[in-house]
């Protein structure tokens, strides 16, 4: 299915030893130097142990956050798994060097480097020079031509990782999706969605649209928004309004005066209101869908749920938790809700990615996986 190497074509035997330089993403979310959500952090693990048991010299990298941004918090928590040593260099060669077999390194935030970002060759260089071999488990940053991405990946001798491979095959059945086919797309950039919408919609039965994105649909419609959150970078939607597979919101929830919740049709909401949530309608018709569907990819949430109306959201994890259709979940906020409701399993696959999920659908490539095609 895929033509680029993996990690598992490569001989546990020919890996005692050897110094491994894994791209990482723990870009997690923390609160007071803490981990809140392990999600990325666990799916790493199986690549990590497999190296970590071969006997190689294991040294991962990641980037969190800004260059302002450690990776200690994280190097703490990966302790309950096993046993990391942390650096506080983006490039610590002693460190390196006094590695043992089946020992794991973890080094400081990439994005330290200037370097990183800008894919500069000389710091890619002195990256690869820190590993023998290179293994990419970072698909969901892999849309971004950075140097740990692409340069070192030109360097060394270069595999994906266990999850890299696992988010390509995963979503890469978008594409040959049976029918019925369900799309629920929500969030709040309408300029990130959009190319999905576009690829998805010849080929899908239904693509449901929610969350904030919808509000600059509405706006060219002639319908008021109130104080609502709007995506002012997006202007050419007139062959989105176009598509008859493609469903806006029949009612929303928007946030009373009293801090409670009132149902609105899109013509009863005000000038002060803010839309924050997809009604009870809108709810009742996504879920319909969902039972009569075969296949079913959802990103991005269809609520406010940083000011807690998840009431749509969780209400879908809930559906598709019963349905019997094949079901793809990706982007931050939506592993957030599902990780806040414990409801993992209610999914065939939840992928780490969010805008490299997107772009991948959109593109069916990401620079992360031509690198790597080009070996």
């Known amino acids: 299915m895929n033509d680029f190497k993996k990690i598992t074509d490569l001989k546990p035997a020919n890996l005692i030893g050897k110094r491994v330089l894994v791209r990482v993403d723990f870009n997690v979310p923390l609160e007071k130097g803490q981990v809140v959500d392990d999600f990325r952090i666990q799916r790493s693990l199986p690549t990590i142990k497999f190296l970590q048991e071969t006997g190689a010299k294991v040294i991962l990298i990641s980037h969190m956050g800004s260059g302002e941004d450690t990776l200690?918090?994280?190097?703490?928590?990966?302790?309950?798994?096993?046993?990391?040593?942390?650096?506080?260099?983006?490039?610590?060669?002693?460190?390196?060097?006094?590695?043992?077999?089946?020992?794991?390194?973890?080094?400081?935030?990439?994005?330290?480097?200037?370097?990183?970002?800008?894919?500069?060759?000389?710091?890619?260089?002195?990256?690869?020079?820190?590993?023998?071999?290179?293994?990419?488990?970072?698909?969901?940053?892999?849309?971004?031509?950075?140097?740990?991405?692409?340069?070192?990946?030109?360097?060394?001798?270069?595999?994906?990782?266990?999850?890299?491979?696992?988010?390509?095959?995963?979503?890469?059945?978008?594409?040959?999706a049976p029918k019925p086919f369900t799309v629920i797309i929500g969030g709040a950039k309408f300029s990130t969605k959009l190319p999905v919408i576009k690829k998805l919609a010849p080929f899908s039965d239904n693509i449901f649209l929610?969350?904030?994105?919808?509000?600059v649909l509405w706006k060219k419609m002639g319908y008021e928004v109130g104080q609502s959150l709007v995506d002012e970078s997006v202007t050419d939607l007139d062959d989105i309004l176009?598509?008859?597979?493609?469903?806006?919101?029949?009612?929303?929830?928007?946030?009373?005066?009293?801090?409670?919740?009132?149902?609105?049709?899109?013509?009863?909401?005000?000038?002060?209101?803010?839309?924050?949530?997809?009604?009870?309608?809108?709810?009742?018709?996504?879920?319909?869908?969902?039972?009569?569907?075969?296949?079913?990819?959802?990103?991005?949430?269809?609520?406010?749920?940083?000011?807690?109306?998840?009431?749509?959201?969780?209400?879908?994890?809930?559906?598709?938790?019963?349905?019997?259709?094949?079901?793809?979940?990706?982007?931050?906020?939506t592993v957030g809700v599902i990780n806040s409701l414990k409801a993992f399993d209610n999914f065939d696959f939840v992928s780490t990615a969010g805008g490299a999920s997107l772009e991948f659908i959109a593109s069916g490539t990401l620079v992360g996986i031509e690198v790597l095609k080009n070996k």
């Open 242 to 333: 176009k598509l008859k597979n493609v469903h806006l919101p029949q009612d929303v929830v928007v946030q009373g005066e009293d801090g409670g919740k009132l149902n609105k049709l899109p013509d009863q909401v005000g000038s002060e209101d803010v839309i924050s949530d997809a009604g009870p309608k809108t709810v009742g018709a996504i879920i319909k869908s969902i039972k009569e569907a075969k296949f079913t990819f959802w990103n991005g949430p269809l609520g406010f749920i940083e000011k807690g109306f998840m009431g749509s959201s969780q209400e879908i994890v809930e559906a598709i938790g019963k349905s019997d259709a094949y079901s793809i979940v990706g982007g931050g906020d």
């Open 72 to 176: 200690k918090p994280v190097a703490l928590y990966l302790n309950k798994y096993l046993p990391i040593i942390f650096s506080n260099k983006v490039l610590d060669f002693e460190a390196v060097k006094d590695l043992n077999n089946g020992e794991v390194l973890l080094l400081e935030n990439l994005r330290q480097h200037e370097g990183e970002a800008s894919n500069n060759e000389a710091f890619a260089k002195e990256l690869a020079s820190l590993g023998e071999i290179y293994i990419n488990e970072a698909f969901s940053a892999s849309h971004r031509a950075h140097a740990s991405i692409v340069g070192v990946s030109r360097l060394l001798p270069s595999y994906a990782g266990l999850l890299f491979v696992e988010e390509y095959e995963n979503l890469s059945k978008v594409f040959n």
């Open 210 to 215: 929610g969350g904030a994105l919808v509000h």
